[in-house]
């Protein structure tokens, strides 16, 4: 159990390290890329998936497909090498779960019997009795025709070092310090009456966290042929008037905001947001709403696509025009399609939630389910 719940504390701390570096880089072009390894990264927890973690890793796979193929859209034309770290990327998780479903289907499961491997596995490398720090992180990579190798020694020796800690099986744990019973609190009642101690707080660690929770200043400007909409709290005239056939726009993490868009334009993302209304005219390409809470949409003129992924609460105005758009959903609840009636009504249509999967005798058949009751 220590093992494990050291193994569980290590790959959490790397993966919130993972995704913050995402969020850090929101700017970035290589945004999809580094989004497709946020969402994917949490299958290496597969090893606390009591049950089935086969499925687990691919429900992850199936995450990151959903940015891969935007990086596909982008680059598959114009370079290949991006296709190219699409299938080395994706290939990780499939032979993953193919790892996964020959040697532990229902679970990670120790060896009892297994040969026990030699210390010298175990035997630290040679080093100076103050050991320097870890040099700090390089920058993100950048595709350019000049890629040199990846340098891997110094990622290399760390995940040896880690993988020989945790092979060393129940020794792992001869490290702790023992705890005599004079310093147990439910043992010896004087040490209630010192209250609990307080850890120091490295200067730094607090100044990261402050950093953290800052505010950042809202955005609103055209960046090439995007439109940033990003960090506006309690704004309700936010207003794009002068757009164009091929520009997108990306609203983030905005809460209590209207938006209105005017003209026609390329696409619309509303990814992280809250109680947010968004009025637009017309899209020839696709309105994604992702990762977001309590959203109003309202189309005026025409959209082939609306794509709503993640999101809990989400209304759909439709006018006429857009009466035969596509609506694609998937991990999302409370969504409701309004459809015009008349001149100023709307007629309300839940979006299905439940599906029942059944075998015909040939091949699986999904329908709606309505929740009786």
């Known amino acids: 159990t220590q093992i494990n719940r050291g193994i569980n504390y290590t790959l959490m701390y790397h993966i919130h390290e993972i995704q913050n570096f995402r969020e850090r880089n929101r700017g970035s072009s290589f945004f999809n890329h580094l989004s497709a390894v946020s969402e994917s990264i949490p299958a290496l927890g597969w090893i606390a998936v009591t049950q ?15 940015y891969t193929n935007r990086v596909l859209k982008d680059y598959k034309e114009t370079d290949r090498r991006h296709v190219d770290w699409v299938r080395s990327y994706l290939s990780i998780w499939t032979e993953m779960q193919s790892f996964i479903k020959q040697h532990h289907t229902t679970g990670l499961a120790w060896s009892k019997s297994g040969p026990i491997a030699p210390s010298s596995l175990f035997d630290p490398p040679a080093a100076p009795s103050a050991p320097c720090p870890p040099p700090p992180p390089g920058p993100p990579p950048v595709f350019t025709d000049d890629d040199p190798l990846p340098q891997t020694g110094s990622a290399g020796a760390q995940h040896s070092a880690l993988f020989a800690q945790l092979n060393q099986g129940m020794d792992i744990t001869k490290g702790l310090k023992r705890v005599s019973d004079d310093q147990k609190t439910h043992k010896n009642p004087n040490l209630r009456t010192h209250g609990t101690p307080t850890k120091n707080k490295a200067p730094g ?22 439109w940033r909409v990003e960090y506006f709290e309690q704004k309700h005239d936010l207003i794009i008037e002068e757009t164009e056939l091929k520009q997108v726009v990306y609203v983030f993490s905005c809460n209590n905001s209207t938006l209105q868009i005017k003209g026609k334009i390329n696409s619309i993302i509303v990814d992280n947001c809250k109680k947010l209304g968004l009025v637009f005219e017309n899209v020839v390409g696709i309105v994604e709403i992702i990762n977001s809470k309590a959203i109003q949409l309202q189309v005026l003129g025409a959209v082939p696509t609306i794509s709503i992924n993640k999101t809990e609460g989400c209304q759909v105005y439709l006018s006429k025009d857009s009466l035969n758009c596509d609506i694609v959903s998937a ?40 929740i009786a009751g």
């Open 205 to 226: 660690a607090v100044s990261s966290q402050k950093a953290a929770v800052q505010k950042r200043p809202p955005l609103l400007e055209l960046e090439g042929k995007k």
């Open 331 to 370: 991990k999302s609840s409370e969504m409701n399609i309004m459809v015009p009636e008349g001149d100023d009504d709307y007629r309300e249509f839940p979006v299905p939630e439940q599906f029942k999967t059944v075998w015909d005798g040939s091949k699986l058949v999904t329908e709606p389910t309505e």
């Open 52 to 66: 089935r973690p086969g499925p687990y890793v691919k429900e992850m796979n199936d995450a990151a497909t959903f």
